[in-house]
């Protein structure tokens, strides 16, 4: 049976009205894709941090147990410092911990340990048997100290200069290509630049 012309005109208006129906969820996908799409691509170790340039938030904490130093803003001024947020129950920061022991080792930098939501107990036993790294730390056990300094998760790894200002921020375990590419040339760099504004 065939189609009259008024049917036909009629049929091919709602053909056309359900067109842009069916077009909503490819038009919602692509929104979604290219966002996602962009934030795959990007080093997550690369995220930027409010706090780059800022003095480091005003805190003072306990040791953790069994260690005679904690830490606080002040220890954080007068030399170049590297503050590494570490916990017992973190696999990565099981990972980058050779790094940080070799680092102490060599005695590059002062290497201080923010210990982050963890029990005193686990982190004492997790530094007797991996090794201590830090000249201090901080037990930080609520996290309300890592919140201040914008800790997304454990391990992050700052840099901050000798007027205690945060000069940079790693996310994530510290590999040897960011100690050797980034992290160490950073260091000397803010020493030398500490050096030229004290003569």
Known sequence: MTETPVEAASSQRKQSRLRPVYLVPVVLFIAIA?????????????????LIGKSVPGFALPPVQGRMLGLATADLRGEVSL??????????CRVEHPLFMRLAQSGAVPIHG?????????????????????????ADLDGRVGIDWGVYGVPETFIVDADGRIA????????????????????????????????
């Open 34 to 50: 290219i966002p996602l799409g962009w934030g795959l691509t990007r080093n997550a170790s690369e995220l930027p941090s409010s």
């Open 114 to 138: 923010l210990n982050y939501k963890d029990r005193p107990a686990d982190a004492a036993k997790w530094l007797d048997r991996l090794g201590d790294p830090y000249t201090r730390t901080g």
């Open 168 to 199: 940079f921020k790693h996310i994530g375990a510290v590999t040897p290509e960011a100690l050797k590419e980034t992290i160490l040339p950073l260091i000397e760099r803010l020493r030398s630049q500490g050096q030229g504004s004290g003569s």
């Open 83 to 92: 503050v590494n947020v570490f916990a017992s129950w973190c696999t990565a």
